[in-house]
């Protein structure tokens, strides 16, 4: 097509790279015109996946391209800070979760977005999955009551024993870089669950401990624990899991049921109720082409105007962040963070 959106892809040393390029690289309507990344490495796999033009230099390309958007896939460090350049130059971004190493960045970024006029997208991995969406729906039609209660862990025995790339674990171990450890890598999902259907909490905590590797030098296992006028919430992150029991097992509580998404089990949405309290599986159908993945949405966003999906909204990204930031000071001072920071 002609009318193509231009992409390029600013930094590659996040693996989540790798999973959502194919759908950029597929979609009829987005076109990946360069990558760049310091890493030659990681640019040539690039050129000789999908035949775009690379770049050592994010600048360079945001320099001699004609884009309109960019996706990023850098640290959360200096992946904030290629997403403020690339919208003060107007450009729609799509960036990795958590979105930043800090607040300050987050903050930043949805200002820039505002202040320029353009799209600013946060992918998310679990933002596609078909159960998940089908339970903040229907947390949001009230098929629960009153929600009081979101609980998230994300687990897995570490980035290195999970396969992750050299480049990856690199900035992952890396407290500037990552803004934490498992802290901001994990506790991060959470922590947007909690925000986009609660909001911001009161009162937040932050626990590191039961520190099993001494290979690294950052947190390998956190929890939050957020408190709100009407109930609690828990974002609970480990690098040292053995085994994938309770790995990013969601669960939602209400006044009225319970709703658990399980996705060690087929991906499965069970629903209990006072009526049926030990839960049945509920019907989950195939998404909308644009709740598919972070390429139709970018592009439905963009092109079609098209609403942020709630997981995907910078705001609620923003207030994740937020809420991570009142972990880390938790943490630091070892007392209770009060919100808003």
């Known amino acids: 097509m002609n009318d193509q959106l231009r992409i390029g892809i600013l930094g590659l040393s996040h693996d989540h790279a790798w999973y959502n390029l194919p ?70 971004v799509l960036i990795e979760k958590p979105m930043a190493a800090s607040l300050d960045q987050a ?11 353009v799209k600013l997208i946060v992918n998310w991995p679990f933002a596609w999955w078909p159960q998940l969406q089908k339970a903040l729906s229907m947390a949001g039609e009230g098929a629960i009551g009153k929600l009081w209660g979101v609980k998230y862990r994300a687990a897995h025995a570490g980035p290195a024993e999970l ?6 674990c690199n900035w992952l171990f890396n407290p500037e870089l990552n ?17 986009t259907l609660l909001g ?14 001494d290979s690294i030098s950052v947190d390998d296992n956190a929890l939050i624990a957020m408190r709100y006028p009407f109930g609690l919430s828990t974002a609970e992150a480990s ?43 509920a019907p989950v159908l195939d998404p909308e082409p644009h709740l598919k993945n972070s390429a139709n949405h970018f592009f439905n966003v963009v092109a079609n105007e098209g609403s942020h999906w709630l997981l995907c909204d910078p705001k609620n990204a923003r207030n994740a962040q937020e809420i991570l930031e009142a972990g880390l000071q938790s943490v630091r001072e070892a007392r209770h963070i009060q919100l808003p920071l």
């Not at 911001?200 to 590797?213: A, C, I």
């Not at 790995?247 to 049926?276: C, N, Q």
Request: proline share 4%; aromatic share 8%; charged share 25%.
């Open 23 to 92: 759908f950029v690289d597929s979609h009829e309507d987005l076109a990946m015109v360069a990558a760049a990344d310091p890493s030659e490495p990681l640019t040539s796999r690039a050129a000789e996946d999908y035949g775009c033009k690379t770049y050592n230099d994010p600048a360079d390309l945001l320099e001699n391209e004609v884009l309109d958007g960019v996706y990023i896939f850098s640290s959360n460090k200096e992946g904030a800070e290629l997403a403020i350049e690339a919208l003060n130059r107007k450009l729609h």
């Open 107 to 117: 903050n930043k970024m949805v200002a820039a977005a505002e202040e320029n006029g």
């Open 163 to 168: 396969g992750c790339s050299e480049y990856f």
């Open 179 to 195: 803004g934490a450890g498992a802290l901001m890598d994990y506790c991060c999902y959470g922590c947007l669950l909690s925000a």
């Open 200 to 213: 911001l909490p009161e009162e937040v905590t932050g626990f590191t401990g039961g520190q099993v590797k």
């Open 239 to 281: 690098w040292t899991q053995t085994g994938k029991l309770t790995s990013y097992t969601t669960a939602l509580y209400g006044t009225e049921g319970t709703i658990m998404v399980e996705p060690r089990i087929g991906g499965r949405l069970f629903l209990a109720t006072k009526e049926d309290p030990t839960g049945s599986e």
